[in-house]
Every structure is written in C-alpha cells, then in structure tokens.
C-alpha cells in the first residue's frame, strides 16, 4: 500500500501540467483562426479578382441542324443510296423515285412545246405572205383603175358603152375591197407576232413554263443531300410509297453544331454577347477545353416554350428559379480535331467582365442556304433552249424572219405595187 503522505508530497509537482496545455491549445486555436483568416482574404481576392467575371453551369448540351430529307412529289422509292452513321455531300443522291410518270409528262410538253414553236413560227411566216398578197391586190387595183380610166376617155366618142364603164368602176370597187382585206390580214398577224420573236412569243413562253413544271417533277424524283453531314434516323425503304412531306432520313451537319447552356435567370445580369466562353466536354473530360463566345439569347425560358407551359396564374403557384437558353458558337477547328454530337452534355464557363456587348439587338442573324437544286432550273432551261432552236429554224433566215421590221415590210409592198404599175 502506498503511503498518503508521499501521495501528498507528490501532488504539488504536476500541477504545471495543466497551463501547457492550456497554451499549445491557445496556439492550435490561434493557428487555425489564422488559416480562417488566410483563407477568407484569399477567397475575396478570387472573388473580387476573378470568381465574380464567371457565370458557370453544367445544364448544358450540344446542339445543331437537323435537315429533315422530305419528297416533293408522289413516287414508289426504287433506290436508297445512304444509311444511318454514313457521312453523305451536298448533292449526293441519297432517294431514287420511280420516274415512269413524271417522265410521261414531261415528254407531252416538250412535244407541246416544238408544236408551238412551229405554229409561231408559222406566224412570223405568214406576214411576208400577207405582204405579197397585199402587193399583188395594189397590183390588181393598179389595173382595174387604168381600165377605168381608159374607158372614161373614149367614152365621150361612143366607142365604150355605159354598161362597161358600170363593169370598170365595181372592178375597181372589188380590187380596192380585195386589197383592204389583204391589209386586214396583215394587220391581224402583226398583232401577234408586234415586238417579240419566237422564243420570246407569250404562246412559246406558256408552252416553255409547262415544260420547266414538268422537267422539275421528273427531277425530283431523285432527293440530293442539301448539306455535307451524317446520315441519321432513315426510315425509308425500297419500294415504299412515299408522298410530299414525308420523312425519309436526316442529316446532321456535325461541322456547324452549337452549345445551348440553360443559365439561371439570376446568372444573366452581366451576360452580353460577345463574351468568351470554355467549354469541356463529358466526352473527351477536362483535358480537352473548347473555346467560343455568346452568340444569342433565347426569346423566353424552357418552361414557356414547353408542351404545356406552366399556369402560373393558378393559386397553387410556387416560385421555381427559371433557366434561359444561353447559345454559343464554338471554335471550327476544335470543333474538327474533337468532332461533337448532338445531344452531348457540355460545361460552360462565361467571363462575363466586359460587357460592352448587347442581350437581344446586338445578335447577328444566321443565313441557312444550299444551291443544290439551282441545277433543276438550269437544265430545265438548257431544255427549253435546245427544243426551241430544233424547231425555230436556224440561221440567218430564221432571224430575218423574226427581226423584219414593220417599216421595211411595207416598204418591200410598195416598191412591188410601184413595179406592177410599170407593167
């Protein structure tokens, strides 16, 4: 058994005990408020020097055109020359038609067509035959006039009686009739043959516009890839019947896609276009960062362009922080060593410390176009062209028939009315 004395003895040798470690938790305390203190004052040098220029969300995916490939004519599909996965060029054909009808159609217009042309042609034909015919009735009253005449100057001698007089002047009467019939004619022609020619004339040109209808149908009947992209849900099939505004496949032009990010609506105050962003991919992770801008800012949040828009004039209504599409482009040539989807989700990051830029007019507008069909239009009228010159005529007779002017016209009349006066 221990002695109470020497226990007693002992007591006062630790107590210091007690104030070391009041002081090393007075610095363990001190060291930590310090590190508070270090911490706070960097994280408000980061705010105020960086964090408060960066907007950031992850509720955001990549975005692009889907061209819808639709006939514009009624046909039976005979061939379908692309399939999902597979990259496809403006203009390759992607849908075969079977063009048995529209090529019917087509060959009943180019025959209307060189029909016209030549009934046309017949009418600027015909005003040089009306000219002769109006020379050869100057001709005739020429002569029936000096008849007249002669009769009138023996008449007084007796050696001409009255009743052949009578038979002169109707003679005269029926030539002047024969010729003002003649002139009628010609004026009637020259009404439709005035000031065109005969591949300008208004029946060549109606006849002209239904074979343009027609070689345009039967040229449909083969669908081009309006843009280079990849082909994506086709749901066409050999000899399916298809009619206009059916969808037979998309595609998917990867080179031109953009990132839609859903900011918050309190996230907005001090974005503007213009403003760079980074962007990393889920795909390729944080090694790889995208570069773009802000381009644009959808017109309204995600809820009020949804299916059914939420009824915030009902008395159940509760507050719930909206999201407003956000759309940025970005870099083409990162965009083609590190191809996207659409589809894929994307981070964003804005700096948003100048904002010089605007939210809504500042947007610039985006034109969408292809000319893969301007050659339905040129071949129809290289077409038009060729049935028109085939039965036009050619050479220099065909134009100094369509070119002879009026004027000369009755010119050449009277110079052949003047020479039958001689005779």
Do not use: C
Not at 263 to 284: C, N, S
């Amino acid at each position: 058994m221990s002695d109470p004395k020497q226990n007693a003895a002992s007591a006062p040798a630790s107590a210091p005990a007690p104030k070391q470690n009041n002081g090393k938790r007075r610095r363990l305390m001190a060291l930590i408020v310090l590190v508070i203190v270090i911490a706070a004052v960097a994280y408000g040098l980061y705010y105020f020097l960086v964090a408060r220029f960066h907007e950031d969300t992850d509720d955001a995916y990549v975005n692009g055109n889907v061209v819808q490939i639709t006939p514009q004519v009624v046909g039976t599909v005979i061939s379908v020359n692309a399939d999902d996965t597979q990259t496809v060029k403006a203009g390759d054909p992607l849908v075969a038609l079977d063009p048995a009808d529209s090529k019917v159609a087509l060959d009943q217009s180019e025959a209307n067509l060189a029909q016209t042309v030549r009934q046309v042609r017949t009418f600027f034909v015909n005003n040089n035959q009306y000219e002769a015919q109006i020379a050869l009735r100057k001709s005739d009253l020429s002569r029936a006039q000096d008849d007249l005449r002669r009769r009138l100057t023996v008449a007084q001698t007796g050696a001409v009686s009255q009743e052949e007089i009578s038979h002169a002047r109707d003679a005269v009467r029926s030539a002047q009739a024969a010729l003002d019939a003649a002139q009628q004619e010609l004026a009637s022609n020259r009404s439709l043959t005035a000031n065109t020619t005969i591949a300008n004339h208004p029946n060549v040109l109606a006849a002209a516009a239904k074979v343009r209808d027609s070689y345009i149908n039967y040229a449909r009947n083969t669908l081009p890839a309006p843009v280079t992209g990849y082909v994506a849900k086709r749901s066409v099939q050999v000899g399916q019947r298809v009619a206009p505004g059916n969808p037979l496949m998309a595609i998917v032009p990867l080179n031109a896609v953009w990132v839609d990010a859903n900011f918050k609506e309190v996230q907005l105050k001090h974005m503007r276009i213009g403003q760079p962003v980074e962007l990393t991919a889920d795909l390729y992770g944080s090694g790889v960062v995208f570069h773009g801008k802000v381009i644009g800012f959808s017109a309204g949040t995600g809820s009020a362009f949804s299916l059914l828009p939420a009824q915030n004039a009902t008395g159940n209504w509760i507050k719930v922080v909206q999201r407003l599409p956000v759309r940025i482009q970005l870099d083409p040539k990162e965009l083609e060593q590190h191809p996207l989807r659409i589809g894929l989700s994307m981070n964003v990051d804005v700096t948003i410390k100048d904002e010089q830029g605007g939210q809504l007019g500042a947007a610039q507008n985006t034109v969408y176009q292809t000319n893969v069909f301007d050659k339905y239009g040129e071949q129809a009228d290289a077409e038009i062209a060729r049935i028109i010159q085939q039965n036009a005529g050619t050479g220099a007779g065909t134009q100094g028939t369509q070119g002879t002017p009026p004027s000369a016209s009755r010119g050449n009349a009277t110079k052949s009315a003047s020479a039958a006066k001689l005779m």
